[in-house]
């Protein structure tokens, strides 16, 4: 025999922790009859326990001489009811209350049937067959023995399935000690692949530091919370409690992120969502979470009069705010709306889209330019519709600076096109989506955008005094920076932090004001609403946010130190670009609407003829003029247009 053949060793991999949990792992369900067999041979032992137990108080279990018939019954009589209640049908591992309470029936049910026998027996014979006593003790040992191996099983495996990659879990509590956090916690504790290891609850007002749910502490916050999870080596927080404010919710967030602590939330679980659907709910913060802002509240009644059964078009309808749009108008059940954009490939895109939806509205999509007049009275003409979004534009401030033609020519021409035809075609309403950079603008988008603003507002005043109450409606709603949409700084931000830095600012002090797609759409359809026509609507955009801290939070989110891991780097301001937006010129004022979110800005407008011949000229000079005599123009549109951080600055000298 080969001396180097170690016995030891092959016992010591074959029973080594790592291997016996790759059995474990491994092991398939086992067959009902094999749960039969363990349940009977618990039933054997408890049987042969409950004879010792008696025997040797000096009395006898069975007093009837046919022990074997007794036997084979109580068997008998055991394996039906496990087969009447189905005792052996769940998978041991994954056993839970219901088990217990399949198995409680069953053991009851032997318990009343051999009781019956017995008194039926002695009303016959004179004498029992058995000690009432003894066979009591007997059925709460058998049901003991089942209830209890099926629990070291199933705690057997959760064991070894919480340690196998435990170190890779990340180590979190969950703030929060009401329903809603059970159910986060149950959920995640059965989540695969596991990503947390829950390991405390905390509660806001401390009033059961003492007490455990679900075998896990309750925590005492005496100080912020950081403190408290360094104290317990916590990684991450999941936010369960509902009754944070969002005050409240954005100090915890900003104290964990302080820290680089991952910080998760959750939304409010329904009753019909399994635990599957609550664990994929259990995200890591974006930044639009971050937003300092209550949820919006709109007028659904008053939208889908506007937009129920009518014929809708959205030009611009493959942009960010375009498609949204699109998405929340479908949600009114128009008759048809009608999806405009240059863009082939993202209108094709939000095509499928939104034919997966299973609208009953009819979708055309139509790939056309709107500074194509033709091609726009075609479509007009051939669908007619009753309501016009007009998200179209060209947007991002330092290539219109460079190419200010075409900034005319889409903004403005493609603008006058649509406009115009609207009317031609009697359009019901007209919703112009513009832009904070229209205010006081300091570059040539925001130029464009504000004599855009400014056509349709002298085409309302033109048309209320030619055709009257019959008029097309013309409605403009401006708002700041959009979270996430095509250019903004969010998009950016993410993949030069996924490329490890450096994230890239223009200036340490610019602000910006932000509001979430969804929340922007919304507000255009109510404004479109409830607009009368010459409206220009500004939406309360919430405190203004340093672009700088927005990097820095962005960072934290994704789970590195900002100036360390990812490094922030001042570039210097762009063509154009101011340190601050403003939604209102200097000489406008607000006022109120029945939205609390929404106001008007009441604007000094233009005589159309004037207005209408500056631009027709402006046009000109976009298709054959060079960049200079084409801003020149612009700046006698709107006198407050002042140039900077561009070569267009010389003009206003």
């Known amino acids: 025999m080969n001396s180097n053949f170690d016995f030891s060793a092959i016992k010591q991999f074959i029973f080594s922790r790592e291997n016996l949990k790759l059995n474990l792992l491994n092991l398939g369900y ?226 964990c992120l302080e820290f680089n602590y991952k910080v998760y939330h959750v939304p409010s679980i329904i009753n019909w969502q399994d635990q599957k659907e609550i664990s994929q709910n259990v995200k890591t913060l974006q930044i639009e979470d971050l937003l300092e802002r209550k949820p919006i509240v709109l007028d659904g009644q008053l939208i889908s009069k506007q937009l129920k059964d009518k014929t809708i078009l959205i030009t611009g309808a493959a942009g960010s705010i375009g498609s949204e749009i699109a998405r929340q108008v479908l949600g009114f059940d128009p008759k048809t709306i009608i999806l405009l954009d240059q863009a082939e490939t993202p209108l094709h895109h939000l095509k499928l889209e939104t034919e997966a939806l299973n609208s009953n509205s ?31 534009a060209y947007k991002h401030v330092p290539l219109m600076e460079e190419n200010p033609s075409e900034a005319i020519l889409t903004n403005i021409e493609g603008t006058k096109i649509i406009a115009d035809l609207s009317c031609v075609y009697k359009v019901k309403k007209f919703v112009m989506v513009s832009t904070d950079k229209a205010v006081n603008p300091s570059n040539v988008m925001g130029a464009s955008k504000r004599i855009a603003e400014k056509y349709v507002q002298s085409l309302q005043s033109r048309n209320n005094k030619l055709v009257g109450k019959a008029a097309t409606k013309f409605i403009t709603t401006r708002f700041g920076n959009v979270l996430g949409s095509n250019g903004s700084v969010v998009p950016l931000f993410t993949k030069q932090i996924a490329m490890g830095g450096p994230v890239t600012i223009t200036h340490a002090d610019i602000i910006r004001y932000f509001m979430t797609i969804p929340e922007a759409c919304q507000l255009v359809l109510e404004a479109g609403a409830m607009g009368n026509g010459g409206e220009i609507y500004i939406f309360d955009m919430g405190k203004p946010v340093k672009i700088i801290d927005l990097a820095r939070k962005m960072i934290k989110l994704a789970g590195f130190t900002p100036d360390k891991e990812i490094k922030i780097e001042i570039v210097g301001l762009r063509p154009g670009e101011k340190l601050f937006e403003e939604l209102l010129n200097d000489t406008s004022k607000t006022l109120p609407t029945h939205h609390e979110k929404i106001m008007i800005a009441e604007e000094i407008q233009d005589e159309f003829e004037i207005l209408n011949a500056d631009i027709e000229e402006l046009i000109y000079k976009a298709n054959f003029f060079g960049n200079e005599d084409i801003v020149m123009q612009m700046k006698k549109i709107v006198p407050e247009f002042r140039s900077m951080n561009s070569s267009f600055q010389l003009l206003d000298k």
């Open 362 to 392: 009819e979708i055309i999509t139509i790939v056309a330019d709107i500074r194509k007049r033709e091609a726009m009275d075609r479509v007009f003409r051939n669908y007619n519709p009753q309501v016009v979004f007009h998200a179209a």
């Open 30 to 255: 086992l067959p009902r009859w094999v749960i039969v067999l363990i349940d009977l041979s618990v039933l054997l032992l408890a049987y042969l326990f409950t004879l010792v137990i008696f025997r040797g108080t000096g009395l006898d279990y069975i007093v009837t001489p046919h022990i074997i018939s007794f036997s084979v019954c109580f068997f008998i009589v055991n394996v039906f009811f496990f087969w009447l209640f189905r005792t052996y049908s769940g998978i041991i591992r994954h056993s839970s209350y219901i088990d217990a309470v399949k198995l409680l029936f069953s053991q009851t049910g032997v318990l009343t049937i051999f009781l019956l026998f017995n008194f039926i027996y002695e009303l016959y014979t004179g004498e029992k067959a058995f000690l009432n006593t003894a066979f009591f003790i007997n059925i709460v040992l058998s049901f003991c023995g089942l209830f209890i191996y099926r629990i070291i099983i199933k705690q057997t495996f959760e064991l070894y399935f919480s340690e196998i990659g435990a170190e890779k879990l990340i180590r979190t509590i969950i703030y929060g000690t009401d329903a809603n956090a059970i159910s986060v916690a149950n959920a995640l504790k059965f989540e695969t692949p596991t990503r947390f290891k829950i390991v405390g609850f905390v509660d806001k007002k401390n009033k059961n530091a003492s007490k455990r749910m679900l075998d896990l502490p309750i925590l005492v916050q005496k100080k912020k919370l950081p403190t408290l999870m360094r104290s317990i080596g916590a990684e991450g927080l999941i936010i369960a409690d509902k009754s944070l404010s969002k005050d409240e919710e954005l100090t915890i967030i900003e104290q």
